[in-house]
């Protein structure tokens, strides 16, 4: 219920649901599932994986629907729940594991990811099944284990490519550090050479089949590469974010509502840091990659979804330990801190009215505001002082899937009209389903979610960047500050300019606009 409760009630939202979706439907359409495809010309940024989970997903209904294109991720999300309890499982008891899989499913980074199309859910299902394989290994020694290590590994580059291969080996290496000969069992040479050549058995094919041949294939697999690795991590081509990006900014947010037991968190695992091989392994899975993505250049908050498993673990034991301790002081803190938030969070619908989105409001809001309630039963920092609060965990649970519940059937169906493009489609949409042919023109942009909900292909004009000099002295980083600058200027004076109708602009309203063009650069340079 809460992945997948109304996944088709509101529709994929740009940038990455309707790309993927529309992918997906090329596949079906062209009956192609070697190459990928956006817009009719290969799509070289993603392995297939996720594409071709949904294609089988939309199969029965004939065509990709936000519900057939979010269903790979909600059974994702469920694997990933299902394997993080079994790897609890066999570190610990069945209590903590049953503690670790909730405390993973109420997060909510992990809950929202699970609702929606991008491949990093798929990833992190894959790298759990890794950990938990290398845990199995670790144990038993047996090879049926190392081989689903490295099966899972091969999946994930299936998934998403290198970043699959970066997570295994950093732990690896951090696990059996100091332990060569250790280290030298796992045979992490020759698997990662096994899993270099099951993705060669997709990609040179893909390549070639692209266009260009061996050579071309040669090619776009070494550019590809450069920019995948080299320019996401360490040039900042995309998302470039300063090294506390994670830890100050994303992580606080993204573990929510348990974000209220990091202090104790982190105290009790640097505590516990030299338990034994268990605390060892999520440490190993843990520390290391979050220090090698805070050193990358390149940064998303959906980067290090593949530690949540094992922060939901140590969240999971410390949390049990809390509880059941006799540190009442630690748990009436976090119990009015959370009575504060729920305050906050019921006051939102409201708030809401103060802003220029105050048309999303609706009655659907209203049942929001009864989370406030809860709050004089025992969570608000008078009624904190007066229990004990070893129930703390399962209120913060219980609470937290209640407003997901609630944010999945009203909020994010009424932010649809805000974060669409099916109703700006819906002329061009209505040309192609009575089979008028047509060409359409994107001019200055180019953009897949207007592709998907149009169902037609559009031929860009005016996309490539322009060759303008920039002043001496000055840096790209300023200059595209003062592009900024720019463009928000001249958006303003324009939205001063009154139209009539848009269907017939006159003459008088288009030299208008063009004056605000000019007065909007002006002030700009001012």
């Given at each position: 219920m809460l992945f997948g409760m109304n996944i088709g009630g509101y529709d994929l939202w740009p940038a990455d649901e309707p790309r993927f979706g529309e992918v997906a439907r090329e596949m079906i359409q062209f009956d192609d599932y070697l190459m990928p495809r956006v817009n009719g010309e290969p799509y070289r940024e993603k392995p297939p994986l996720l594409f071709w989970a949904i294609a089988a997903a939309s199969?029965?209904?004939?065509?990709?629907?936000?519900?057939?294109?979010?269903?790979?991720?909600?059974?994702?999300?469920?694997?990933?729940?299902?394997?993080?309890?079994?790897?609890?499982k066999r570190l610990y008891d069945r209590r903590t594991a049953w503690w670790a899989a909730v405390v993973l499913m109420t997060g909510f980074r992990f809950w929202h990811q699970a609702r929606t199309v991008q491949i990093d859910m798929l990833l992190t299902a894959c790298l759990t099944l890794v950990l938990l394989a290398f845990w199995c290994w670790h144990d038993t020694r047996r090879r049926r284990w190392l081989l689903l290590f490295y099966a899972a590994i091969a999946a994930g580059v299936y998934a998403k490519g290198p970043p699959?291969?970066?997570?295994?080996?950093?732990?690896?290496?951090?696990?059996?550090w100091k332990q060569k000969e250790e280290r030298r069992k796992v045979h992490l040479v020759w698997g990662t050479v096994a899993v270099v050549a099951a993705i060669a058995l997709w990609l040179i094919p893909a390549r070639m089949a692209a266009g260009g041949g061996s050579q071309g294939a040669e090619t776009a697999i070494a550019g590809n590469l450069f920019?995948?690795?080299?320019?996401?991590?360490?040039?900042?081509?995309?998302?470039a974010q300063w090294p506390w990006y994670y830890v100050a900014q994303?992580?606080?947010?993204?573990?929510?509502?348990?974000?209220?037991f990091a202090p104790w968190t982190i105290y009790w695992t640097w505590r516990r840091r030299k338990e034994g091989p268990a605390m060892r392994l999520l440490l190993a899975w843990t520390i290391p990659a979050l220090t090698f993505f805070s050193i990358c250049v390149g940064k998303r908050a959906i980067?290090?979804?593949?530690?949540?498993?094992a922060f939901a673990i140590l969240t999971a034991r410390s949390v049990l330990d809390l509880m059941a301790g006799d540190r009442s002081v630690?748990?009436?803190?976090?119990?009015?801190?959370?009575?504060?938030?729920?305050l906050l969070f019921g006051a939102l619908p409201f708030a809401l009215l103060l802003t220029p989105y105050r048309d999303v409001w609706g009655r659907g809001f209203l049942i929001l505001s009864p989370l406030r309630l809860r709050i004089r039963r025992g969570y608000a920092a008078g009624a904190s002082r007066r229990t004990d609060c070893r129930a703390l965990h399962v209120a913060i649970a219980s609470h937290f899937a209640g407003i997901a519940l609630l944010s999945a059937l009203f909020i994010l169906p009424a932010l649809n009209p805000h974060k669409s493009a099916r109703w700006i489609c819906e002329p061009v949409r209505g040309l192609a389903q009575t089979g008028r042919e047509f060409d359409l023109y994107s001019v200055g942009f180019s953009r897949e979610e207007y592709i998907?909900?149009?169902k037609h292909f559009h031929e860009a004009v005016l996309t490539d960047l322009l060759p303008v000099e920039h002043p001496e002295g000055m840096t790209l980083l300023e200059m595209a500050k003062r592009q900024k600058r720019l463009r928000k200027a001249i958006e303003e004076a324009v939205a001063a300019v009154a139209i009539a109708s848009f269907d017939k602009v006159t003459p008088d309203e288009l030299q208008a606009l063009e004056r605000a063009v000019h007065d909007g650069r002006r002030r700009a340079r001012r």
């Open positions: 199969w029965p209904f004939g065509d990709v629907t936000a519900l057939s294109a979010r269903i790979p991720s909600v059974l994702a999300g469920l694997a990933t729940v299902l394997f993080t309890y079994l790897l609890t699959a291969i970066v997570f295994p080996v950093l732990l690896v290496i951090a696990f059996y920019r995948q690795i080299i320019g996401r991590f360490f040039l900042g081509v995309s998302k994303t992580l606080p947010v993204d573990l929510l509502p348990w974000t209220l980067y290090i979804l593949p530690l949540f498993p630690w748990r009436k803190r976090t119990a009015a801190a959370w009575g504060v938030s729920l998907f909900y149009s």
